[in-house]
């Protein structure tokens, strides 16, 4: 059917769909035949100023997400119309929302549109719009539809709930047992019973709970009903999940295909939970008790603890009543402690691939309860721990299953085993956090602690010689190693709850990188390396310009952002001939353009070596291992991210001016500017021309490094954004703003008196970046009267502004103006230049313009601010404001920096490779 509207598009695919979107440069419109159902495999990306329309008609077309990405990601102005269509199975990346992500974008519509399965992890499981245009939902249907809690879903992703709970579970579950497996008797005082009943509870064994065994019947009932039990609540949640999308989708069919995820979610879940508990109730059909009938010929009969009328062996007047129950042991210990465990190294096995590769797919999501905690090299380690709660609940009554319990043989195997687990863990290392790992190493030394303490235990309860406890340990009786045992498991809980709250505190004041849209931490977990990567940036730098500034780079990347790998020479690199191998295992590569850099052979007159150990030094020319890197870099596909040295005395290039118009319009920063800084041209120059086009003119992102600490916040804000933006994780996104809690941008000025800034007539450029402050704070008054005067409609000024350019001191009359304001008091805010299009110029200059008398007064003595071009501008701004008088306290003028207050025109952005400067954020 051709389109219902003329000069309207069709579109029947998703590559269609997704270059009609992606590459519209005006207004366009979409249609979607009837009953087309298109697969989406991940987010269509819109950032111009631009209106996108897709409709469909009759029965209208499907969207579908396929339980593995949202649909739309809306920047920079570009406004979308949905109409007549079906947005089905839109599940978010972490930090977007399911259907339509908006952040400074345009008008978003709905019309005659049905939403269903749209699910996020933050906030809005279909649309989140921010700082944007107006919203609309005209005649619309959302069904199912769901967002986790922000605020929740942020703290557990921040303090990690997830594996601190498992490790605890495992504890108590594994501590448990040590009256009923091991017999070391706890049961010595009232509080001692209660807290054991309390610790039994961590079984998770309902049933047993409920019901003792007794009243269930005899023990081949409760085999069967303690080891089916849990099938059975299995089967109830996915009934109830299956009537639930039934609801939704009204088709079997249907249903089935979206309940499947979240059914095997559950049933994972429950299998975890249960299996100890399932497994030490198997193995009570092989633990007996021993007693003597016949003092004479000391002859025994045995029971099983679990039910008494049930003997263990055979005698002159009795059978072995144990035998019927073979079967339904055996079938049990197949089914559950055998079977699960190797479900669970199935389901692992299927989606080791995905997983390295760092791809989401369903199966992944579902199971990533068995392997989001850990490291990717350790993706089993859930097994490894699986099969040793199980050994140390229930296998281990394999062990002198009539007489084990009575002796010491369990607790040192017990014990022995905890210990050698815990230096696996020291050296495997497998938990992706490192509070995880400490309490995982803690829980496996206090398990160790309380066996050694049972052994004591047994031994002080041992009637075998007199006076035994007090002559080989020292205890009167057996109550101080039970109250040691009690005390240890009091301890693990009151451990984990400590590590919980602590991470929490640091988690809400830790100056790490986070998502705006949801306040985590972009590689705190999930996929952020491609198959066969072990960094995410590679730093290629020379040594003799470059050196400090990189290693600054890679120690606050690894502050700022947590789970970030980075490839640095004097860490990591061992052989120099295997320097094209490292940038094939790196996500990314920077390189840190400065003075010798990317120069050529033949042109390099320097000594200083980049890349070179010292058993390695003849086998190199300078820079050429730079250039290596690069060109490697280029061969191999890799993005590359340029950071520019800024300061001409660390190794900085020159900067070519880019607007030849006037300089003193001071218009606000625009987006391309924001995204294409001014190239450095002399560090252009020495790069082989060849090489050129590849580096400078290929649309990289262009970061200028500064080392004041806020504006070195905004570059490393910037490489973090152009690198998330290569990671599998975020790689269908267009842009991901990004914060630091607690960064300059981050916080709410208010003016307590108002601010008058006085502009001399005669400091060229003043009046300019005083309006320029105005269109972020428009409380700031403006006047150009001598000190003497006021100004009718904002009061006398409070500070002159002395604003430091290429042109200033040029007129004598400025020099009075400033004298004239020291002479009343007045403070005078210094704002010093440093972008070229405005007359920026070295401080140096000001020294030798300045008239004397003004310096030997001490001008110059108080700091002044930098005014620096592009994302940095608005730390600037800000900076001012600070010296104006603005400060973070509640006041009735409260203003922010965004994006939106530095520009007020959209403009068509380039593509979005390009596109990775950072909008100031949420001040």
Same mark, same amino acid.
């Given at each position: 059917?051709?389109?219902?509207?003329?000069?309207?598009?069709?579109?029947?695919?998703?590559?269609?769909?997704?270059?009609?979107?992606?590459?519209?440069?005006?207004?366009?419109?979409?249609?979607?035949?009837?009953?087309?159902?298109?697969?989406? *495999? &991940?987010?269509?990306?819109?950032? $111009?100023?631009? =209106?996108?329309?897709?409709?469909? #008609? !009759? @029965?209208? %077309?499907? +969207?579908?997400?396929?339980?593995?990405?949202?649909?739309?990601?809306?920047?920079?102005?570009?406004?979308?119309?949905?109409?007549?269509?079906?947005?089905?199975?839109?599940?978010?990346?972490?930090?977007?929302?399911?259907?339509?992500?908006?952040?400074?974008?345009?008008?978003?519509?709905?019309?005659?549109?049905?939403?269903?399965?749209?699910?996020?992890?933050?906030?809005?499981?279909?649309?989140?719009?921010?700082?944007? *245009? &107006?919203?609309?939902?005209?005649? $619309?249907?959302? =069904?199912?539809?769901?967002?986790? #809690? !922000? @605020?929740? %879903?942020? +703290?557990?992703?921040?303090?990690?709930?997830?594996?601190?709970?498992?490790?605890?579970?495992?504890?108590?579950?594994?501590?448990?047992?040590?009256?009923?497996?091991?017999?070391?008797?706890?049961?010595?005082?009232?509080?001692?019973?209660?807290?054991?009943?309390?610790?039994?509870?961590?079984?998770?064994?309902?049933?047993?709970?409920?019901?003792?065994?007794?009243?269930?019947?005899?023990?081949?009932?409760?085999?069967?009903?303690?080891?089916?039990?849990?099938?059975?609540?299995?089967?109830?949640?996915?009934?109830?999940?299956?009537?639930?999308?039934?609801?939704?989708?009204?088709?079997?069919?249907?249903?089935?295909?979206?309940?499947?995820?979240?059914?095997?979610?559950?049933?994972?879940?429950?299998?975890?939970?249960?299996?100890?508990?399932?497994?030490?109730?198997?193995?009570?059909?092989?633990?007996?008790?021993?007693?003597?009938?016949?003092?004479?010929?000391?002859?025994?009969?045995?029971?099983?603890?679990?039910?008494?009328?049930?003997?263990?062996?055979?005698?002159?007047?009795?059978?072995?009543?144990?035998?019927?129950?073979?079967?339904?042991?055996?079938?049990?210990?197949?089914?559950?402690?055998?079977?699960?465990?190797?479900?669970?190294?199935?389901?692992?096995?299927?989606?080791?691939?995905?997983?390295?590769?760092?791809?989401?797919?369903?199966?992944?999501?579902?199971?990533?309860?068995?392997?989001?905690?850990?490291?990717?090299?350790?993706?089993?380690?859930?097994?490894?721990?699986?099969?040793?709660?199980?050994?140390?609940?229930?296998?281990?009554?394999?062990?002198?299953?009539?007489?084990?319990?009575?002796?010491?043989?369990?607790?040192?195997?017990?014990?022995?085993?905890?210990?050698?687990?815990?230096?696996?863990?020291?050296?495997?290392?497998?938990?992706?956090?490192?509070?995880?790992?400490?309490?995982?190493?803690?829980?496996?030394?206090?398990?160790?602690?309380?066996?050694?303490?049972?052994?004591?235990?047994?031994?002080?309860?041992?009637?075998?010689?007199?006076?035994?406890?007090?002559?080989?340990?020292?205890?009167?009786?057996?109550?101080?190693?039970?109250?040691?045992?009690?005390?240890?498991?009091?301890?693990?809980?009151?451990?984990?709850?400590?590590?919980?709250?602590?991470?929490?505190?640091?988690?809400?004041?830790?100056?790490?990188?986070?998502?705006?849209?949801?306040?985590?931490?972009?590689?705190?977990?999930?996929?952020?390396?491609?198959?066969?990567?072990?960094?995410?940036?590679?730093?290629?730098?020379?040594?003799?310009?470059?050196?400090?500034?990189?290693?600054?780079?890679?120690?606050?990347?690894?502050?700022?952002?947590?789970?970030?790998?980075?490839?640095?020479?004097?860490?990591?690199?061992?052989?120099?001939?295997?320097?094209?191998?490292?940038?094939?295992?790196?996500?990314?590569?920077?390189?840190?353009?400065?003075?010798?850099?990317?120069?050529?052979?033949?042109?390099?007159?320097?000594?200083?070596?980049?890349?070179?150990?010292?058993?390695?030094?003849?086998?190199?020319?300078?820079?050429?291992?730079?250039?290596?890197?690069?060109?490697?870099?280029?061969?191999?596909?890799?993005?590359?991210?340029?950071?520019?040295?800024?300061?001409?005395?660390?190794?900085?290039?020159?900067?070519?001016?880019?607007?030849?118009?006037?300089?003193?319009?001071?218009?606000?920063?625009?987006?391309?500017?924001?995204?294409?800084?001014?190239?450095?041209?002399?560090?252009?120059?020495?790069?082989?021309?060849?090489?050129?086009?590849?580096?400078?003119?290929?649309?990289?992102?262009?970061?200028?490094?500064?080392?004041?600490?806020?504006?070195?916040?905004?570059?490393?804000?910037?490489?973090?954004?152009?690198?998330?933006?290569?990671?599998?994780?975020?790689?269908?996104?267009?842009?991901?703003?990004?914060?630091?809690?607690?960064?300059?941008?981050?916080?709410?000025?208010?003016?307590?008196?108002?601010?008058?800034?006085?502009?001399?007539?005669?400091?060229?450029?003043?009046?300019?970046?005083?309006?320029?402050?105005?269109?972020?704070?428009?409380?700031?008054?403006?006047?150009?009267?001598?000190?003497?005067?006021?100004?009718?409609?904002?009061?006398?000024?409070?500070?002159?502004?002395?604003?430091?350019?290429?042109?200033?001191?040029?007129?004598?009359?400025?020099?009075?103006?400033?004298?004239?304001?020291?002479?009343?008091?007045?403070?005078?805010?210094?704002?010093?230049?440093?972008?070229?299009?405005?007359?920026?110029?070295?401080?140096?200059?000001?020294?030798?313009?300045?008239?004397?008398?003004?310096?030997?007064?001490?001008?110059?003595?108080?700091?002044?601010?930098?005014?620096?071009?592009?994302?940095?501008?608005?730390?600037?701004?800000?900076?001012?404001?600070?010296?104006?008088?603005?400060?973070?306290?509640?006041?009735?003028?409260?203003?922010?920096?965004?994006?939106?207050?530095?520009?007020?025109?959209?403009?068509?952005?380039?593509?979005?490779?390009?596109?990775?400067?950072?909008?100031?954020?949420?001040?």
């Amino acid at each position: 059917m051709p389109p219902s509207i003329p000069g309207s598009f069709s579109a029947t695919s998703e590559q269609v769909l997704r270059l009609l979107v992606e590459e519209a440069s005006s207004d366009v419109s979409i249609f979607l035949p009837p009953g087309e159902d298109i697969k989406l *495999g &991940s987010y269509i990306g819109c950032s $111009s100023e631009v =209106k996108i329309t897709i409709f469909s #008609d !009759g @029965d209208g %077309a499907t +969207l579908d997400g396929q339980g593995t990405t949202g649909l739309f990601v809306l920047r920079r102005g570009c406004s979308l119309s949905l109409r007549g269509v079906t947005l089905v199975n839109a599940s978010a990346a972490e930090g977007f929302s399911g259907i339509i992500d908006a952040m400074y974008a345009g008008d978003i519509t709905l019309v005659d549109s049905i939403v269903i399965g749209s699910r996020t992890t933050a906030r809005g499981g279909a649309i989140q719009a921010h700082a944007g *245009g &107006s919203v609309s939902l005209i005649n $619309s249907t959302f =069904k199912d539809c769901a967002a986790a #809690d !922000g @605020d929740l %879903a942020q +703290l557990e992703s921040e303090v990690g709930f997830q594996p601190k709970v498992k490790i605890l579970l495992g504890f108590y579950q594994i501590s448990s047992t040590l009256s009923g497996v091991y017999g070391v008797h706890l049961e010595n005082t009232s509080l001692a019973q209660r807290w054991l009943y309390f610790v039994r509870q961590f079984e998770i064994n309902p049933v047993g709970l409920v019901f003792p065994g007794s009243c269930l019947g005899s023990m081949r009932v409760q085999l069967l009903i303690g080891s089916l039990w849990p099938f059975v609540a299995g089967t109830a949640v996915a009934l109830a999940i299956i009537a639930h999308e039934m609801a939704t989708y009204r088709s079997v069919r249907s249903a089935l295909d979206h309940a499947k995820g979240r059914m095997l979610w559950w049933m994972i879940l429950i299998l975890y939970l249960v299996l100890p508990s399932v497994s030490r109730s198997i193995f009570s059909a092989k633990s007996c008790q021993s007693f003597v009938y016949d003092d004479t010929t000391e002859d025994r009969i045995s029971y099983l603890r679990a039910d008494l009328t049930t003997t263990c062996n055979r005698g002159p007047n009795w059978t072995d009543g144990s035998n019927e129950l073979e079967a339904y042991f055996w079938s049990f210990f197949i089914l559950w402690p055998v079977l699960v465990p190797c479900c669970f190294l199935a389901l692992l096995l299927s989606i080791r691939s995905a997983v390295r590769a760092q791809r989401a797919s369903r199966l992944s999501r579902a199971t990533a309860f068995l392997w989001r905690d850990y490291t990717s090299r350790c993706l089993f380690w859930e097994v490894l721990d699986l099969l040793r709660k199980i050994f140390l609940t229930s296998m281990v009554l394999f062990i002198d299953s009539e007489f084990g319990s009575s002796k010491l043989e369990r607790s040192i195997v017990a014990a022995t085993v905890s210990a050698m687990y815990l230096a696996i863990l020291a050296l495997a290392r497998p938990y992706r956090r490192a509070d995880d790992l400490y309490l995982a190493c803690l829980s496996s030394l206090l398990l160790t602690c309380c066996f050694i303490s049972g052994i004591v235990v047994q031994l002080c309860d041992s009637n075998v010689y007199e006076n035994m406890c007090f002559n080989l340990i020292g205890f009167a009786s057996a109550d101080g190693a039970i109250a040691f045992v009690i005390a240890l498991t009091i301890a693990m809980l009151a451990v984990s709850l400590a590590v919980v709250a602590v991470a929490a505190a640091n988690a809400a004041t830790a100056p790490t990188i986070r998502l705006v849209s949801s306040g985590r931490e972009p590689l705190r977990d999930g996929f952020t390396l491609g198959e066969g990567l072990q960094w995410h940036l590679f730093l290629s730098h020379v040594w003799s310009t470059g050196q400090d500034a990189v290693a600054v780079i890679k120690n606050q990347l690894r502050r700022l952002l947590p789970g970030i790998q980075v490839f640095l020479d004097v860490d990591n690199l061992q052989r120099i001939g295997d320097l094209e191998a490292y940038i094939g295992r790196s996500q990314v590569v920077l390189i840190f353009l400065s003075r010798g850099c990317l120069r050529s052979k033949a042109r390099d007159t320097r000594p200083p070596p980049c890349h070179t150990s010292l058993a390695s030094l003849t086998l190199t020319s300078p820079a050429q291992n730079c250039l290596r890197e690069a060109r490697a870099a280029l061969r191999l596909g890799k993005p590359l991210i340029l950071v520019h040295e800024a300061d001409p005395t660390k190794g900085g290039g020159t900067i070519r001016a880019r607007r030849t118009t006037d300089r003193d319009t001071h218009a606000p920063t625009t987006p391309a500017e924001l995204r294409h800084p001014p190239f450095p041209q002399e560090l252009r120059a020495e790069c082989p021309v060849d090489l050129q086009p590849d580096v400078f003119d290929a649309g990289w992102p262009l970061v200028v490094w500064q080392r004041m600490e806020e504006f070195q916040r905004v570059s490393l804000k910037m490489i973090a954004e152009a690198l998330l933006l290569q990671t599998p994780k975020y790689r269908s996104q267009p842009a991901l703003p990004l914060r630091i809690p607690g960064e300059l941008q981050g916080q709410a000025l208010s003016f307590p008196v108002q601010p008058v800034l006085w502009v001399s007539t005669a400091n060229d450029g003043a009046r300019a970046l005083a309006e320029e402050l105005r269109v972020v704070f428009p409380d700031i008054g403006v006047t150009d009267d001598a000190p003497n005067a006021t100004q009718s409609d904002a009061g006398e000024a409070t500070h002159m502004l002395l604003y430091l350019r290429d042109t200033t001191w040029s007129d004598e009359l400025l020099a009075e103006h400033v004298k004239a304001a020291r002479a009343r008091g007045m403070p005078i805010v210094m704002a010093h230049e440093n972008d070229p299009d405005r007359g920026g110029c070295s401080f140096d200059r000001f020294f030798q313009s300045t008239p004397d008398e003004l310096l030997s007064e001490g001008l110059y003595d108080a700091l002044a601010v930098a005014c620096l071009p592009g994302s940095h501008r608005g730390v600037s701004l800000l900076l001012i404001a600070k010296e104006l008088g603005g400060t973070t306290a509640a006041g009735a003028r409260v203003h922010s920096v965004t994006r939106a207050s530095l520009v007020p025109a959209r403009r068509t952005p380039t593509r979005s490779k390009e596109a990775t400067a950072l909008p100031l954020e949420h001040v």
